[in-house]
């Protein structure tokens, strides 16, 4: 039994997307725990989120029988760009919201790069192991 044929199409990219708002548009998301890693972490955790979520969309978008809606490329390239839009988003959201959270070009940059390479992994990732269109 193949659980994920089985769920509803769009849950993970709906978990993915929940999770990501909690990330970012909570004033405490990880509570009191302070996390130092290194200059600039953040911005990987951002390219990751981003990343993810433009794979679930790629992912959850063809799914069903492995094949597009669309042609492959026009596909990968609208989940990318619905993945940037959605960093942008949180990012603006971010400077017009007062919970202690900042809007950097930089985090909308990584969002960006993630969104793409993410896509793109997940188009190929979808070609390579389901039937060709």
């Not at 849950?11 to 997307?17: I, Y």
């Not at 069903?64 to 839009?85: E, F, Q």
């Not at 971010?94 to 896509?119: I, K, N, Y």
């Amino acid at each position: 039994m193949n659980l994920y044929r089985k769920s509803p199409r769009w849950l993970p990219t709906l978990v993915v997307t929940a999770v990501i708002c909690y990330l970012t548009l909570s004033s405490a998301p990880l509570g009191d725990t302070p996390i130092t890693l290194f200059e600039g972490a953040d911005k990987v955790v951002h390219f990751l989120m981003f990343g993810a979520l433009a794979g679930a969309l790629c992912l959850d978008w063809s799914r069903r029988s492995g094949k597009w809606i669309m042609p492959r490329s026009v596909s990968v390239t609208l989940c990318a760009l619905l993945s940037a839009l959605a960093g942008v988003g949180i990012e603006w959201l971010q400077s017009s919201m007062e919970a202690g959270r900042s809007a950097e070009w930089a985090d909308g940059f990584a969002d960006g790069l993630g969104a793409v390479t993410g896509a793109f992994v997940a188009g190929w990732m979808v070609w390579r192991y389901s039937s060709h269109e």
